[in-house]
């Protein structure tokens, strides 16, 4: 079976490329502990992604494989997040528990990220209907090539521990457990270049 090609999304493709982040977040721990209700998940979550990861539209490193089988957002060095949004949508569309939670949890995942320049991944999923196709690491393949040709170091949050061991075979290291409360625990991991 040929693996298909990466894709670098075009901005007019970023509406399909965050549906299929919808799709592949669905039963993410993290995303739902902020977003139980189904409803409201599929309302939001867009605007969070866009949000999280949606520069990458403007920096080409947007990229999609398969019939948006599967997607990743990566922020070039010295790109962030619009954190901002993120906990302006949190204020509006969540429980006061959320509310109360989430600006905490993203102040310590900032305090992982590298002080030097590095590549960062916001979000990278795969619809579970194409789970085991080899698409998440044909996407993470594509861009830790740029990463190494670059010198550049790595960085993610895995929100969902079964997914540790798939950053692990890619070289990331998990760097500690962030645990805020009954936030489910997040995994900052960084990869050196190689």
């Not at 990861?53 to 948006?68: C, L, M, P, Q, V």
């Not at 790109?79 to 509310?99: A, C, F, K, N, R």
């Not at 619809?127 to 993470?140: C, E, I, V």
């Not at 895995?158 to 457990?177: D, V």
Request: net charge negative; glycine share 6%.
């Amino acid at each position: 079976m040929t693996r298909p090609d990466v894709k670098t999304a075009t901005e007019l493709e970023e509406n399909a490329v965050i549906d299929a982040l919808k799709l592949a977040f669905v039963a993410d721990p993290a995303t739902r502990w902020v977003w139980p209700d189904s409803q409201k998940y599929l309302s939001h979550f867009s605007k969070f992604a866009k949000a999280f990861g949606g520069k990458a539209f403007e920096h080409k490193t947007a990229h999609y494989i398969g019939n948006y089988s599967g997607a990743a957002l990566w922020l070039p060095p010295n790109v962030d997040p619009d954190v901002d949004t993120i906990l302006g949508l949190i204020q509006e569309t969540t429980s006061e528990e959320s509310q109360n939670v989430v600006p905490e949890v993203f102040e310590k995942m900032n305090g992982y990220h590298p002080n030097e320049p590095h590549w960062y991944l916001p979000l990278l999923g795969v619809d579970p209907h194409h789970h085991g196709k080899g698409l998440g690491s044909g996407l993470m393949k594509h861009a830790l090539t740029v990463c190494d040709k670059d010198n550049s170091l790595a960085y993610l949050e895995s929100s969902n521990p079964r997914n540790i061991p798939f950053y692990k075979r890619h070289g990331f290291e998990l760097l500690t457990t962030i645990q805020v409360k009954k936030f489910p625990p997040i995994f900052p991991m960084l990869r050196r270049p190689q």
